[in-house]
């Protein structure tokens, strides 16, 4: 954990050995069209998951018995995802058998469209936070990202949510489109009233592995002469700020979260993933089959994560071998972290 100045902490958030969390694909459906949208319905379906499936699900990333691999729901965060969650009419439902089953914490991801009167529907003791995703300062840069209106829509959502007494974050998704108004950010956060803000980095994934997508990549100079400095500018604003460290130097510890740490991320179609960017690809470590969490044989992602490699993470090598760069002797010059791997930024006075 490291100080600066006398006001804040900057410190790596590193995986905990009790904490897990269940990111929970409610459905793949969406109303938007994002530019760098990840969600991938040839691997992942195009069903929507029914209150009865949801609730069993929760059940049984809540158990001991059952699982193989979760221990018991206290220790678990539940991130409701789509798609668009709040397109499921059964959002409400999934929250409230969360919070009855005792998980840790209960977050829901939005676009800010909360469809079916979503906050009507439940408290904010049922909630621990609202995520809106918001890609830039104003409709210009949002809008180009996320479609026409969605500024006006995703901000407006966030008012409500605040005026209801709802926890509030917003997620800005940086890329070369609009690393140049994230530095805007931090106040129109405050003025919203959102409290925790976390800035992650596109991924070649998705639509943004298509024609065209390198263009949204960001330059390692890029990415580190505005990240820390917006985060800073958060805390300073009183605002918890997350982002990924991304890069490590080669003297720093590598750890992969397949390998050190508990991360699931539930597809409505029974796949388990345990790494974020083996997503687009059948290598799933697990499934849902019959009701139980399944192992699958190898080669799976987990078997991936066992290589060491000097580059640090595996399934970045594989994917984007463009982010390295390598001295003359073959050597790179820096590691790539796990992309859970995030920094946090918080005022501590
Ligand atoms: S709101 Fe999310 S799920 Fe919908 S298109 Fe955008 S990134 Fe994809
Ligand atoms: S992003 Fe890389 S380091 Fe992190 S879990 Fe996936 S393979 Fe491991």
């Known amino acids: 954990m490291t100080g600066i100045g006398t006001d804040f902490l900057k410190r790596t958030v590193e995986f905990r050995p009790n904490s897990r969390n269940l990111f929970f694909h409610i459905l793949t459906a969406c109303n938007l069209k994002c530019a760098h949208c990840y969600i991938n319905p040839s691997q992942h379906g195009n069903v929507t998951l029914d209150e009865t499936t949801i609730k069993r699900w929760l059940r049984l990333f809540s158990l001991t018995k059952g699982s193989d691999a979760i221990r018991s729901a206290e220790d678990t965060n539940v991130i409701f995802l789509g798609g668009e969650p709040t ?13 009855r089953l005792g ?42 990202i996320r479609g026409k209106g969605t500024f006006e829509v995703c901000t407006r959502g966030i008012r409500s949510a605040v005026e209801l007494g709802f926890g509030v974050s917003s997620i800005f998704t940086a890329s070369s489109v609009n690393i140049h108004d994230l530095p805007n950010m931090p106040h129109l956060l405050k003025d919203l009233g959102v409290t925790r803000f976390f800035i992650q980095v596109i991924g070649i994934r998705g639509n ?9 990549q960001l330059a390692r100079d890029a990415w580190e002469s505005v990240v820390p400095e917006t985060a ?11 982002y990924p460290k991304v890069f490590l130097d080669r003297e720093e510890t590598f750890e992969c979260a397949g390998l050190v740490a508990e991360n699931y991320f539930v597809f409505p179609n029974g796949r388990v993933y345990t790494c974020p960017l083996c997503e687009d690809y059948p290598l799933h470590a697990y499934e849902i089959r019959d009701g139980r ?14 290589l060491k490699i000097p580059e640090g993470c595996v399934m970045n090598r594989l994917l984007h071998p463009g982010n390295i760069i390598y001295e003359k002797g073959g050597e790179p010059r820096y590691k790539i972290a796990c992309c859970m791997l995030k920094e946090e930024i918080v005022l501590t006075e």
């Open 208 to 216: 943004s592995a298509m024609d065209g997508g390198e263009s949204l």
């Open 232 to 242: 800073m500018e958060a805390a300073k604003l009183g605002m918890i700020c997350h």
């Open 103 to 144: 998980y840790a914490s209960v977050t829901v991801d939005t676009n800010g469209f909360l469809f079916h009167d979503i906050l009507a529907k439940i408290t904010p003791e049922e909630v621990d936070y609202f995520s809106f995703s918001l890609d830039g300062s104003v409709p210009e840069t949002n809008d180009i």
């Open 293 to 306: 969490l399944v192992r699958r044989p190898p080669i799976t992602e987990a078997e991936l994560y066992t």
């Open 87 to 99: 397109l499921n009419p059964a959002l409400a439902q999934g929250i409230k058998e969360a919070r």
